[in-house]
């Protein structure tokens, strides 16, 4: 069992910073692939960022690309989703989710585990 447990959201103006957090519990930390995904009021969850259990390979969303980085520390049992150069449009409440796939993909469905999620405001 892998539980999740995401921070560092918050408020901030358009083209600031934040860093998430995402923690676990799990021992086999190391052996998942971890994904950032957020959802807007009235939107489906979208994919943001997904990074493979070893950090050598990671994808991102279109429309982050550039401005968000996934890393993680596997010594820490952390995820983390640097964004910069925040927009309105990417205010969402944002998850973390851990897939027993090392390589995980772009697609929700697949993850087993998901944090709670923290809320990103970004005003304009």
């Known amino acids: 069992q892998v539980q999740l447990v995401v921070s560092g959201g918050g408020l901030v103006q358009a083209g600031g910073s934040l860093r998430l957090s995402c923690a676990s519990s799990g021992r086999a930390f190391s052996n998942y692939g971890l994904g950032w995904f957020r959802q807007a009021p009235g939107k489906e969850r979208e994919f943001v960022a997904v990074?493979?259990?070893?950090?050598?390979?990671?994808d991102y969303a279109d429309s982050v690309k550039g401005r968000f980085t996934i890393s993680r520390d596997n010594a820490k049992n952390t995820v983390y989703l640097q964004m910069n150069s925040l927009k309105p449009e990417d205010t969402a409440v944002y998850y973390c989710?851990?897939?027993?796939?090392?390589?995980?993909?772009?697609?929700?469905?697949?993850?087993?585990?998901w944090g709670q999620g923290t809320q990103v405001t970004v005003s304009s």
């Open positions: 989710a851990a897939d027993r796939n090392p390589r995980p993909t772009r697609n929700k469905g697949e993850y087993n585990y």
């Open positions: 990074i493979s259990a070893s950090g050598s390979s990671t």
